[in-house]
């Protein structure tokens, strides 16, 4: 029989241990509130991520899994922003108590936590089907705040990391695309564990003119960028960065479409002037433009896509 816990001991014996000892906690897990120093001179960055299980990760995922790929995705948002990450609080719905899930879900949430130095500070545990809900906060300089605003008719567009990983993730994990053994370990953990972009957003904070975090696929993601700069953008497609691994099991047109539209990417989007270098790796997409639209260049010539990116409620 499968053992199980009250919440209190579940909350003591899984999540207690993850508020390590910081001076920006004053009082964490245990009370009504955490209290919590926000550096001085600093913006709060506040952002929150909800996993509905058999929508944002297969019913057949791991506890473990399910735990770093909450803390990854939510942790790409503070990244976007040009955010230093400092806190999390959890809202946790489970079907029941389990204790081996609980360990195992509360290991891949803390790894992720304790590398980039996150204490857990608080949350709430309720009885349900499975959600997690992750809220992340972060500090960042007013000035130096990566907003979807910024970008300028001219800026280069560019990415971190390679797109379409998160795509061919899920066909993987859904049985629809057949990898080798290497390309398999390769979209599997690119879905349950996306390197959150900190320190590129970082990096890029101080001279980037606008950034998002790739997370409903680059061209729906892109399109934020534009619609909250006023501008438009247009893309080679032969530039996006496809990594062969999964690539090359596709034709070209397929793994570039996957760059364009997949989701879970979770790498990040910036613009920056023509008269900047990108500090980090980078690859350069496309440009910003004057007409207020998206346009993908194929050598030279416009293509027409017939999907966009995902969207709920559709
Ligand atoms: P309250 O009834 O005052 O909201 P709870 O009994 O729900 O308090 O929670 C007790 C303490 O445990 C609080 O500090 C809360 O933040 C923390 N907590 C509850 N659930 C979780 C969780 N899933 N992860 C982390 N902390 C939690
Ligand atoms: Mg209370």
Same mark, same amino acid.
């Given at each position: ?9 579940? $909350? ?10 910081? +001076? ?6 245990? /009370?009504? *509130? ?18 509905? %299980? ?7 995922? %791991? ?7 909450? #803390?990854? *995705? ?22 029941? #108590? ?25 949350? /709430? ?23 979807? +605003? ?6 280069? $567009? ?21 990898? /080798? ?27 980037? +003119?606008?950034?998002?975090?790739? +997370? ?18 247009? $893309? ?18 397929? #793994? ?28 350069? $997409? ?12 194929? /050598? ?15």
């Amino acid at each position: 029989m499968k053992e199980t816990v009250s919440e209190f001991a579940l $909350i003591q014996r899984y999540f207690a241990a993850l508020t390590p000892p910081s +001076s920006s906690v004053e009082l964490g897990i245990g /009370d009504d *509130c955490a209290l919590l120093r926000v550096p001085s001179d600093h913006s709060l960055a506040v952002s929150i991520d909800t996993q509905v %299980e058999g929508v944002h990760f297969p019913i057949a995922a %791991e506890a473990e899994q399910i735990g770093s790929r909450v #803390a990854c *995705c939510a942790l790409s948002d503070l990244a976007a922003m040009g955010a230093t990450p400092l806190w999390a609080t959890l809202a946790l719905t489970l079907p029941n #108590a389990d204790a081996a899930w609980l360990e195992a879900f509360s290991r891949g949430l803390g790894t992720v936590l304790k590398r980039f130095n996150i204490a857990l500070v608080g949350g /709430d545990t309720t009885q349900g089907p499975l959600v997690i809900t992750l809220q992340v906060h972060g500090a960042v300089a007013p000035t130096k705040a990566l907003r979807r +605003s910024g970008a300028k008719v001219g800026d280069i $567009i560019y990415v971190t990391g390679f797109l379409g990983d998160g795509a061919a993730g899920l066909a993987f994990l859904q049985g629809q695309l057949p990898l /080798d053994a290497a390309a398999a370990a390769y979209v599997s953990e690119r879905f349950y564990a996306p390197e959150p972009q900190l320190h590129a957003g970082q990096a890029i904070a101080d001279i980037a +003119s606008s950034a998002i975090d790739i +997370s409903d696929g680059l061209l729906a993601d892109l399109t934020h960028i534009t619609s909250a700069s006023g501008v438009g953008a247009q $893309i080679n497609v032969e530039q996006l960065p496809l990594n062969p691994l999964w690539a090359r099991s596709l034709t070209q047109e397929q #793994a570039q479409h996957w760059a364009l539209t997949g989701g879970d990417d979770y790498q990040l989007c910036f613009t920056l002037s023509p008269s900047q270098q990108a500090p980090i790796q980078a690859h350069a $997409i496309g440009v910003i433009t004057h007409e207020q639209k998206l346009v993908c260049l194929r /050598d030279g010539q416009p293509v027409v896509l017939n999907q966009g990116g995902y969207e709920h409620f559709n």
